[in-house]
């Protein structure tokens, strides 16, 4: 019989009794040593915690140990270290999961509002308050606990697949240096599947699977005219004026339809199947209280998609700054000598950032009239990332999601960009979410926490996860997708 497709599923299978056994058994010693970890303010942002990045990074390291993992390391960055884990299966053509997180956190202070010591971790009504208990100390840790639970219930002394942990310690800092360590490591960190633990559900009651994130490349054009600001009476309308052009460049950013005019900017752009917009469909959506949440008093977009479909699925342009020209009280004639614009584009599966970076350049180098000099320079590129909802190893997250959760799981995407989508470039695997957080875990926020069962509902489907994919997965599946990848 063929394997249900996810999100067309009947009844989740039964959760196994020995790893649920396990993970209650352990659960007041996982939860004592998440908090000593969590005590430990590994604020990447702040020079002066530069020292606490590293003893959380040695923490780690010795609990990594503690669990089992054979192969544990501290790896060196210019800014803050990451750790690297590794277990090997022993089992011939097991697959290699590679998992990823951080270990540094966000700043926090009590004075921002926290109701208890962000580095005083504290129970209250099951939820964990600390800083990091979240976003992605604890969603990080509930792996050395699935790992255990997954062994106690096989029976095995090492996991069903080859396990490896990336661990950075600058995430919430940019990971300045990531992608160098990537590289420079991607033998180590080579594997079949990224699992990113570094993410959140829908909610409590609408258990999900994020299937992708958008990828980001930001830029800032500088324009300058006359050589100073120079009267607009004498000098208007007979010489080219550099605000008028940053206007006019941020108007013809997107057609009527609100869609991005940028020529070739959809070329590649991986369309929602059928299926996806159905499934988005289902999640129980509220517009008004998104509406909230985003600050704002109506919903906007490229025609003929959903709300969630453009946060999502489609690519986007947005001003993220315009300037020039006089600013102050009353009024100054005057044409302006300079003016300024930010754009950012968010980019989807299928394009090519450095394409569209170049399509941008041609636009404004074509757009702007002669005696407008311009400067453009982009910032950075996030690649998105995206598995297809029949990728053999999405399906074992699913299947060990809806195990652990005893009921069917829904999908989202994120809308936003970070490095993990990086791995599916250097590494050429696929990146799949295992995360448990939801929105009320106030992620970079003050009294930030995370729900202990949903804690554990993540170590019980990391715990099935690893015999799921060892068993579905095999190298033979694997070596076959690189081929077609490759045609
Ligand atoms: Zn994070």
Redesign the pocket.
Known sequence: MPDRLPGMSSIPAAPDDAVRACIEDRRAAFLDDLAEWLRIPSVSADPERASDVRRSADWLAGKLAETGFPVTEVWETEGGPAVFGEWPSGDTGAPTVLVY??HDVQPADRSDGWHSDPFVPEERDGRLYARGAA??KGQVFFHTLGVRAHLAATGRTSPAVNLKLIVEGE??SGSPHFPELMRTKAARLECDAVIVS?TGMWSRETPTVCTGMRGLTDCQIDLYGPDQDIHSGSFGGAVPNPATEAARLAAALHDEERRVALPGFYDGVVELTPRERELFAELPFDEDAWLRTAHSHAALGEEGHTTLERIWARPTAEVNGIAGGYQGPGSKTVIPSRAQLKLSFRLVAGQDAEKVQQAVREWVVRSLPDGIRHELTFWGVSRPCLTPLDHPALRSVVRSMERAFGQRVLFTRAGGS?PAADLQDVLGAPVLFLGISVPADG?HSPDEKVDLDLLTKGAEAAAYLWGDLAEHWSTEARTTEVLSQEE
Do not use: A, I, T
């Open positions: 997180g951080h976003d992605d995430e919430e570094d970070g992620w």
